[in-house]
């Protein structure tokens, strides 16, 4: 079978689930219903066709805009459907056909909505978070690592409880707290630990510019979740960004301290 099959047919349930992600991401955060009413726009009502509702393609087609009222449609929509095919594929790729990387598709989606949620409400869904976990520890049960993704959830819990309760919950919310847990799950303790540490990393890299731009007070909150879910996405998917430089620095002391 050619090697691209899988990442091909991977991509494009990457793209359906994405369309269902937008879904997820618009309504859930304000109580809404993600089965009722059918998708729509969201200026005039207007109920979409079955194509106008096809991934990437309907937007460009309709030239990001509302086919009734000509509004314009967030090119997030479409950004979310490829960025979903994307790490899909990247999954099938690098995994294959095996039950990791039905996980990471689990935790690909989630971590598209947790980014984009908690960009736009500053919220962590528990009604999304909480299933999510569940399959990750269904997952470590099926690959024989239920301790290690037990030791990954305790660490992302207990450092990030501790900032919640060292800040009153200025520092970060409880969701984050939640959050870390879960993907300790997924990740496992020495994965989890990297990915945390990449979270800060990226956050800090990111952040700095920001504030010296002054498009945000040192005083203004910067979501902690986005973060949290790059970090993980890192660890799986280019795992030696993270661990590369420690295993330089443990060669380079070894080398130093006369181990050859």
Request: aromatic share 10%.
């Amino acid at each position: 079978m050619p090697a691209l099959f899988y990442p091909a047919i991977a991509s494009l349930i990457g793209l359906l689930f994405g369309s269902f992600l937008n879904v997820i991401i618009s309504r859930l955060p304000s109580g809404e219903s993600i089965a009722s009413p059918p998708s729509h726009c969201p200026t005039c009502g207007h109920r979409l066709s079955p194509w106008e509702n096809i991934p990437v393609l309907s937007w460009l087609a309709l030239g990001g805009r509302c086919r009734s009222c000509k509004a314009d449609i967030s090119a997030r929509y479409m950004l979310v459907e490829l960025a979903t095919a994307a790490l899909f594929a990247l999954a099938a790729a690098e995994f294959g056909l095996t039950v990791w990387t039905l996980a990471v598709f689990v935790l690909s989606a989630f971590a598209i909505v947790t980014l984009f949620v908690d960009i736009d409400h500053l919220l962590i869904l528990d009604v999304v978070t909480v299933p999510v976990a569940l399959v990750g520890f269904l997952v470590a049960l099926l690959d024989g690592r239920a301790i290690d993704g037990l030791e990954g959830a305790a660490v992302g819990v207990g450092l990030f409880g501790l900032i919640y309760l060292a800040t009153r919950g200025a520092g970060l919310g409880f969701g984050d707290v939640k959050l870390a847990g879960c993907l300790g799950l997924y990740l496992g303790l020495a994965h989890s630990i990297a990915a945390f540490a990449a979270a800060f990393i990226v956050g800090a890299l990111l952040a700095i510019p920001v504030l010296l731009t002054r498009k945000r007070r040192a005083k203004d909150v910067l979501p902690l979740g986005p973060f949290l879910v790059l970090g993980a996405l890192i660890v799986i998917f280019a795992p030696g960004l993270v661990f590369g430089p420690y295993a330089a620095y443990q060669e380079m002391l070894y080398r130093h301290l006369g181990g050859g």
